[in-house]
Structures are given as structure tokens and as C-alpha cells.
DNA sequence: AATATATTCAACCTTTTGGTTGAATGTGAA
DNA sequence: TTCACATTCAACCAAAAGGTTGAATATATT
């Protein structure tokens, strides 16, 4: 049903920059927690918190074996995202068209 | 070159459910700052707080006539937030093809 | 000029957020 | 068993967010 407060946890999750950092990095590949908090300039428990709010987003889900715990990346919750610009079509307007240029141009891009 | 702090604004705007009945409400059309406040169980000096979230973001410009402002929804912030979503090419994927049936299927409903 | 309307500014309060450090837990390695 | 490693839990802290109320400002209306 796409509740607001989904929305709220996607686009909350989204806002900080180091989470879309940790997105980023997880987009690459699935990682284990000190891996993924490594390049960044905080403590491990700090990068600990992020990724708990990205699994509460279901953002991340992860995959414990033994002591480590390894991240993936889900994309599900951006249908939420999607709908919700969808409905507010004036809002979205154009975007689209910008978004699939920009798509073709990273293609066109490598060989 | 989408700074990060910009889609930082953009993403935290969004990310309140009453800035976002807001940006639905200007995306019907241009509405004064009461106008826009009005639907809303909050005092007209929280959502003027509110617009003021969205105008620092640049979802929203304000054009004043006389005492009264007039809103209007502006789109371009979301360029950057497709361009991260671009990078972030696994996250994306997949999406855009939702994202796109999904304007289809309301342009299909519309005659 | 006096009053009403549209809006923001300022001060304040409470809750949430993003970070810290130190201890606890669970698992693997010596 | 003992020690090291991977991770979270708990308590704490400062700053930011989201709300309130009351006063200020600017513009209309009478």
C-alpha cells in the first residue's frame, strides 16, 4: 500500500550522505560491516547505526555467517519512491525523460 | 556538478510526509502560503517552517504580490537526485522499468 | 488614521539524529 | 582455554528538527 511511513523510512535513509556512501559501496558488491566502515572518517559504531537505519529502510538486508555479517543491497523500496513521484506528476514531469537520457548516455558511454 | 549537500536538501525535504502533501498540493497549482497551510492539523507558522525547507531545497519558488506569496512547485532539484540514482547503477536497476510502466499504466487509464 | 490580513521572526521546548566511548556478546584461531 | 576479532548494546552528549506561542512587519481595507 506504499504506507507514508515506508516512504518516510526510504527517503529518511536516503537523505544522509554517508548512507548513500554505504548504498554506494554495497551497489558494488556485498561487503561485511568493517569493510564497508573502513574509508570513513568515524567509528565503526557510528557506521553500525547507518547501516541498522538502511535495514530498517529494508535498504540492506544482511546475512550473517559465523561472526561476520555481510550486506547486500535491495532496491524494493524505491517503488514506494517511484509511485509517490509518479503521483505527484507535474513533480515528476520531464524528470523521466532526463533520467533515460542520462541512462543512454552512461550506455553510449562504454563500448 | 550536484553537490552533495544539494541532494542532501532535496532528499531531506522530501523526506517529511507534510512537505511532501505540500509539493502535491502546489503540484495541482500555484497556492498562497494560508492557502497551503490550511489542510494541515499544525499551526500556519510550522508549514511556513516547512516551505521554508522546501524553498532552500528549490522545490519551491515563492513569487510575492503585495502581502501575499504565491507558490509554485519547481522540479529541477530532482535532476540531481536521478543523477545519484544513475551512479548508483544496481540500486536503480530495475526501477526505471517500474517507474515507467507505472506512467504508462496511468497514461492508458486516462483517455 | 485605524484596523484587519498575510506572512515571517524570535524565543522557547521536546524529540530525534548522528556521533562518541566503553562494555557485552558471539565466533574463530592458537 | 585463552586470546583476538566482528559486531552490537548501552549510556551519554551536542546539535538539529519540528512544533508551539507571541511579537514584528508589510500591505490592504474601511
Known amino acids: 500500500m506504499a504506507t507514508s511511513q515506508t516512504l518516510d523510512r526510504t527517503l529518511t535513509a536516503l537523505a544522509d550522505p554517508t548512507r548513500r556512501a554505504i548504498l554506494q559501496r554495497l551497489s558494488a558488491g556485498e561487503a561485511r560491516v568493517t569493510e564497508v566502515a573502513r574509508p570513513f572518517n568515524m567509528s ?8 541498522l ?21 535491495r532496491p524494493e523500496p524505491l517503488d ?32
Open 44 to 51: 565503526l559504531n557510528a557506521v553500525s547505526k547507518h547501516i
Open 53 to 73: 537505519v538502511l535495514e530498517r529502510a529494508k535498504l540492506v538486508k544482511r546475512r550473517r555467517m559465523g561472526r561476520e555479517h555481510f550486506l547486500s543491497y
Open 80 to 111: 514506494a519512491a517511484a509511485k509517490w513521484m509518479a503521483e505527484t506528476r507535474t513533480f515528476w514531469a520531464g524528470r523521466l525523460d532526463a533520467l533515460e537520457q542520462l541512462l543512454r548516455e552512461e550506455d553510449a558511454a562504454k563500448p
